[in-house]
């Protein structure tokens, strides 16, 4: 019996980008402004205090498309060998749905909100669709440690094809 394939894509960077920030406050109480972008580089240090409130709004903050992927997105959707998923650290599920909307998109995604950047949580839900039985997997995201994180699931599921593909910053950073 053929296993199950999975296409799954990140949300910010890799189908929008949007003018969304995370606000840091650092321990000596500067403070900062991160895009997602700069975020996704980002080391934390001790102290730091993190607000993800505009990833948790029902409102995307000017969403622009990234046609490259939102139409790999829905060429996965047209062949139908797959099940579609984004994937995002994102904590509201409505304001992706419009935005899929909004681009002729009412169907056939699951949306996946962990509300939680850690790269381990992104891990951890592909595994989980690993175990569920998919073999296939393919994965977009524009952050390395995602990116990493997911490549590590190659030696616990050797049996399983797991291509993991990293969004160029050139293909968003002037949208």
């Known amino acids: 019996m053929a296993g199950m394939k999975a296409k799954i894509f990140d949300f910010d960077n890799t189908l929008a980008v949007s003018d969304s920030r ?4 650092k321990q000596n109480g500067k403070k900062l402004t991160l895009t997602p972008g ?4 980002y080391v934390e240090e001790p102290g730091d205090k993190f607000d993800f409130r505009e990833f948790h709004s029902d409102n995307l903050i000017n969403p622009r498309e ?7 997105l829905k060429n996965a959707l047209q062949s139908g060998t797959a099940r579609v998923f984004i994937l995002t650290a994102r904590g509201n599920t409505k304001p992706i749905a ?6 002729g998109i ?3 995604v699951t949306i996946v909100c962990l509300n939680n950047s850690a790269p381990e949580k ?9 175990h569920k039985g998919f073999d296939d997997i393919d994965f977009w995201d524009d952050a390395m440690p995602y990116i990493d994180a997911v490549n590590k699931l190659k030696g616990e599921f050797p049996h399983a094809k797991i291509h993991a593909h990293r969004i160029p910053e050139t293909d968003y950073m002037h949208l």
């Open 22 to 25: 995370v606000y840091i406050t």
């Open 66 to 72: 990234i046609k490259k992927y939102t139409g790999k």
């Open 38 to 41: 700069e975020y996704s580089h």
């Open 106 to 108: 009412r169907s056939g």
């Open 98 to 103: 419009k935005f899929l909307s909004d681009i």
């Open 122 to 130: 992104k891990r951890a839900y592909i595994a989980g669709l690993l």
